[in-house]
């Protein structure tokens, strides 16, 4: 069975500032990530997808992920935050043939002006 | 495109009561399934479906119940409504290949009094 942890709950950061959100998952067969992100009140959103390839994998807003198949890791990063991304982020797994998408706890970031 | 919607958007029960959250997709999904969120615990699944006529258990479905008659449609039912069912509700669907995505409603706020 899958299983993801994000190992911070919540980020706090300034504005302009990069950010990497953490997230570590564990499978005994291959996996497709993924990374949510959920604004207040609202649902959630994909911001970006590792299927296979290329392990730096671009998405919307200026975000990207980096998948380590060794470390079993695939952190969020952003060079340069803005107010508008203050949400709550998801890394979710899916093994390979199965059709259960495991998510983690989730990263409340903040930030501040 | 509408996506996936979910019906009501609010609910308040009392225990005891019985109530069914919709959630319908005009995208000719196979996939379909239902999370809730709670506070510091990520989306955890409930049930999914990966066509009509049939649906599976997933990490928490005790006290829910599913069916899917149409490729469209996919009704959670709470046969007797607990405190402990309070919840962030949200509907998810996505086409067959397994490298796709997931499409959130979304979502369904309902309290248990």
């Known amino acids: 069975a899958q299983s993801v942890t994000q190992l911070d709950s919540q980020v706090p950061v300034f504005e302009e500032a990069p950010v990497e959100l953490r997230c570590n998952y564990s499978s005994s067969v291959s996996v497709y990530l993924f990374w949510y992100v959920q604004y207040p009140n609202q649902g959630l959103q994909l911001l970006l997808k590792y299927l296979s390839g290329s392990t730096l994998v671009k998405g919307i807003n200026g975000f990207e992920a980096e998948f380590n198949k060794s470390q079993t890791s695939f952190h969020l990063r952003k060079p340069s935050v803005h107010i508008s991304d203050t949400a709550e982020y998801f890394c979710a797994v899916r093994g390979g043939g199965s059709e259960k998408l495991v998510f983690g706890k989730g990263t409340k970031l903040t930030v501040n002006p | 495109n509408a996506g996936v919607t979910q019906t009501p958007k609010f609910q308040v029960l009392k225990t005891g009561q019985s109530m069914t959250l919709q959630c319908a997709q005009d995208m000719n999904h196979e996939y379909m399934s239902w999370y809730r969120q709670d506070p510091g615990m990520g989306l955890r699944l409930i049930h999914y479906s990966v066509g009509a006529g049939i649906t599976d258990q997933g990490e928490v479905p005790n006290g829910y119940n599913v069916s899917r008659s149409t490729t469209e449609d996919f009704p959670l039912r709470l046969l007797s409504a607990a405190p402990s069912q309070t919840s962030v509700y949200f509907c998810?669907?996505?086409?067959?290949?397994?490298?796709?995505?997931?499409?959130f409603g979304d979502g369904t706020r309902l309290s248990i009094l």
């Open positions: 998810a669907s996505r086409a067959e290949a397994g490298t796709q995505p997931q499409h």
